[in-house]
């Protein structure tokens, strides 16, 4: 027990550096499973054969940020550090104990200036079609979600400023519906208003990261954020993300995403969402498209101590409201946004035992809004009771969810120190790609 055994430290030694990694260490299951010479076409236009010094090897490139993700480390300089002391990573890049890494600042001027948003989009499609290739995307049925990733810009930093509220691509189709509603009953159509000033809204801008937003929601702190919208199969893998400023609503990014989607796996027929997502114009959108869309029961909005909005039953026959005392409420108008307005007769209101659980309005007078595609909700709402629907959506917890855990806890994606747009959706694709890359080796395995 007292022996005191020699220091070694100085001690030369010849080693083979394939010894050193386990059998069933993760990078060599991956290095069996995927074939990253195919990285060299995806990045060969990026180059010039001729002219300029020698390059450094993109294969390896990539390799030390697909580490960096999987591993969870958060900055490339504490990468190459690890690199440099971890004989599995050296193995995986296919360097010796001996070779000099490359500098973290190669890493990062590639990835900054050289590697488009098309080229991280093309590897993380490739990814996906080696996948595919193993028959083991199940891409049916798919789970939308967004989850908030912290920017690296400080609270105290803001100024506020007057941005133009972005226009939605159904808001052209809604307002020829409306004006053919109000036309119907009589009512003069909204005039086209292409040509007045576009609407601008006050928000709350980083000086150090003006592309992310002011994201707040329950017990969250108050903080800036990117979105990253995301969906995935019946197996966990992600087949497609969109990222956006942290203050956009999913609803509102839904669109050009949902077309996206569907036009790289044409195959969907069940789109899985929370109750975010339900709203009129989207499950419009779903459903036109021969598609289902799997909701989940939202509780109407209302006062405390007043009648609950669905106390007031909609006749479409003589297309009226009926209220809890059975008095009409005739159609009066159809505004901007796409809402019936039923209002009620302000004489019978004014004697009626139940005022008080009604309106509070000044002349007695209660009005019930309803969308001119609220039938499309309803339709979500027979869809909710559908055999095997409710199965269907509890996968939500065990896809979307599960990965937005992993990519936090595991692969540290609660913050990024990356700022602008363009960058935090080269990080997010590489982190979601890296993601993907492990549980297919692991699935092949």
Known sequence: MLKHEGENRSQMEFFCIDEFVPKKHLLRKIDKAVDFDHIYDLVSDLYSPDNGRPSCDPVVLFKMVIIQHLYGIPSLRRTVEEINMNAAYRWFLGYTMSEKIPHFATISYNFKHRFTEQTIEDVFHWVLDEIAAHHMLSPEAVFIDGTHIKASANMKKRIKCEIPVAAKKYEEQLMEEINEYRERHGKKPFADDKDDPPKTKSVTESTTDPECGVFHKGDHKKQFAYEAHTACDKNGYIIDVEVTPGNVHDSVAFEDYYDRL????????????????????????????????????????????????????????????????????????????????FKSCSEICENCPDLAKCTQSRNHQKTVLKHIWSDYLEQTEDIRHTTGMRELYDKRKETIERCFADA??????????????????????????????????????
């Open 262 to 341: 569907t036009e790289s796996f044409p195959q969907i027929e069940f789109v899985v969402m929370d109750a975010g997502y339900k709203t009129p114009a989207i499950a419009k959108k779903v459903i036109d498209s021969g598609r289902t869309p799997v909701l989940p029961y939202k509780r109407p909005n209302g006062k405390e101590g007043y009648f609950r909005p669905y106390d007031y039953v909609y006749d479409e026959y003589y297309d009226c409201v009926i209220c809890p005392n059975n008095e009409v409420l005739k159609y009066s108008t159809t505004n901007r946004d796409g809402y019936k307005e």
């Open 408 to 445: 936090k806890e595991k692969h540290a994606m609660r913050y990024t120190l990356v700022r602008s747009l363009s960058q935090v959706r080269k990080w997010v694709r590489l982190k979601f790609a890296a993601m993907n890359i492990k549980k297919y080796a692991l699935h092949v395995a």
